[in-house]
């Protein structure tokens, strides 16, 4: 069974940083690209950032550029997300999602973990 | 960046109808656009993927068509476990896009 379980979420003050983690189980990490995707309290779904099976290549949003790393570690099959310079607007619901090297859709969803950025 | 817009934002609907959600990019995309149901306080679930293609383990009720600019989720029967928040999303480009959604309530 896939699974999915993001960690590392909680209070953090604005400018600060934070790092997520999302620790997969049931298939083969290292066949996937990997992804984060948010969502603000009430709002809807924003794709965030991507990286590849290997690691060698990244995608980001325009408003996460310079700010959000993505990143993976195949012998442990986690994903991160380091957020440095963490603004209020980045309040949101952090999910780690699975997508195909090819199959560019999310199949696989984590629970979810809550980021809150205030003062 | 590739905008999608779905419509209606909410529709009310008593389970037995027939429903179809509307999802419109801002640029042809081809069929490189899927579906997801989101119930409440629940993770995303993936519906539809590549317009129109099935996804095992999702009910036969639920169906996608369009290619280009113009898609569409369709519903034959509403049950009412299907009352949740319905998205789109496209990767014909490498910066994903979602829809605001789509909320399918009692009516």
């Known amino acids: 069974e896939v699974q999915l379980v993001e960690s590392g979420g909680g209070l953090v003050q604005p400018g600060r940083s934070m790092k997520l983690s999302c620790a997969a189980s049931g298939f083969t990490f290292n066949n996937y690209d990997m992804a984060w995707v948010c969502q603000a309290p009430k709002k809807g779904l924003e794709w965030v950032a991507t990286?590849?099976?290997?690691?060698?290549?990244?995608y980001y949003r325009d408003s996460v550029k310079g700010r959000f790393t993505i990143s993976r570690d195949n012998a442990k099959s986690t994903l991160y997300l380091q957020m440095d310079s963490l603004r209020s607007e980045d309040t949101a619901t952090y999910y780690c999602?699975?997508?195909?090297?090819?199959?560019?859709?999310?199949?696989?969803w984590g629970q979810g973990v809550m980021v809150t950025v205030s003062s | 960046n590739i905008v999608l817009t779905q419509s209606p934002a909410t529709l009310s609907v008593t389970p037995g109808e027939s429903v179809s959600l509307s999802c419109r990019a801002s640029?042809?995309?081809?069929?490189?656009i899927h579906w997801y149901q989101q119930k409440s306080n629940e993770s995303p679930r993936l519906l539809i993927k590549?317009?129109?293609q099935s996804i095992s383990g999702i009910p036969s009720r639920f169906s996608g068509s369009g290619s280009g600019t113009d898609f569409t989720l369709s519903i034959n029967r509403v049950e009412s476990e299907d009352f949740s928040i319905y998205y789109c999303?496209?990767?014909?480009?490498?910066?994903?896009?979602f829809g605001a959604g789509t909320k399918l309530e009692l009516k």
């Open positions: 590549y317009a129109s």
């Open positions: 999602a699975r997508q195909g090297i090819l199959d560019l859709f999310f199949d696989y």
């Open positions: 990286i590849s099976y290997d690691g060698s290549s990244t």
């Open positions: 999303q496209q990767s014909y480009s490498s910066l994903y896009t």
């Open positions: 640029q042809s995309i081809s069929t490189s």
